[in-house]
């Protein structure tokens, strides 16, 4: 149980252009998601918290009206990259917190965005 | 404000026993994991401590001492597929993940 997905594993795009990830709790229901961006060598950066049904709370320095966050549903969180340029190329990771026990996150596998 | 520190890279050999330590400072606490991140794919959960102790799962334990604001990582038996990156991250009282930085352990044989 408890698994995450992300979609797409990877992407490259032109210098521009937007790129949307999906993230989705399968088995179970996420009133809260987290986005985190990585770079090489790097540890976790948490970019925005998503909460279902309210606006994201986006962490000190994350533009918000480039990093578009949309938590639709109880099971799937988007984040939009808009106007990507070749310094927003990073491992982006979304997590889904299970809201019992010990709020434990599981992970999406990541999506590996590359913008030439 | 919120810190946590662990040390940045590790060497053992494979078969060997390793002990990865992570201290911190947050403004409240409500458990802390350790995480395990190989090269270019996701973090997997490994353990979760909240109460003082040692907890053993197969080859990993974890400790924590609230008191002294430490934890330790222990892996025993060493293999090569252990070699990856381990984090540690506290609970604040927001129950929101403070993360360290990561661990880089390297296995020689």
């Known amino acids: 149980g408890a698994v995450v997905s992300q979609h797409p594993s990877w992407v490259i795009c032109k210098s521009g252009t937007s790129v949307k990830i999906e993230c989705r709790s399968l088995?179970?229901?996420?009133?809260?998601m987290f986005w985190y961006r990585q770079f090489p060598k790097q540890s976790l950066m948490l970019m925005a918290t998503?909460?279902?049904?309210?606006?994201?709370?986006?962490e000190q320095g994350v533009e918000k009206d480039k990093f578009l966050i949309n938590h639709a549903s109880l099971t799937l969180s988007t984040l939009t990259v808009t106007s990507a340029h070749p310094e927003d190329s990073s491992f982006y990771i979304c997590?889904?917190?299970?809201?019992?026990?010990?709020?434990?996150?599981?992970f999406g596998p990541g999506t590996r965005l590359t913008v030439l | 404000g919120q810190n946590i520190d662990q040390p940045t890279e590790m060497t053992a050999t494979e078969g060997a026993i390793v002990q990865i330590n992570c201290t911190y400072q947050?403004?409240?606490?409500?458990?802390l994991f350790w995480y395990q991140q190989h090269a270019g794919e996701a973090p997997t959960f490994l353990s979760y401590?909240?109460l003082d102790g040692l907890e053993e799962k197969g080859r990993f334990s974890s400790f924590l001492s609230r008191s002294k604001g430490y934890s330790y990582l222990l892996l025993k038996e060493l293999q090569m597929k252990d070699s990856a990156s381990y984090l540690c991250?506290?609970?604040?009282?927001?129950?929101?993940?403070?993360w360290g930085a990561g661990t880089k352990l390297i296995i020689k044989p």
């Open positions: 997590s889904a917190r299970v809201d019992r026990g010990y709020n434990e996150q599981f």
């Open positions: 088995d179970f229901q996420a009133t809260t």
């Open positions: 998503s909460n279902e049904g309210s606006k994201a709370t986006y």
């Open positions: 947050t403004s409240g606490f409500n458990g």
């Open positions: 401590n909240v």
């Open positions: 991250a506290v609970l604040d009282s927001n129950y929101q993940l403070i």
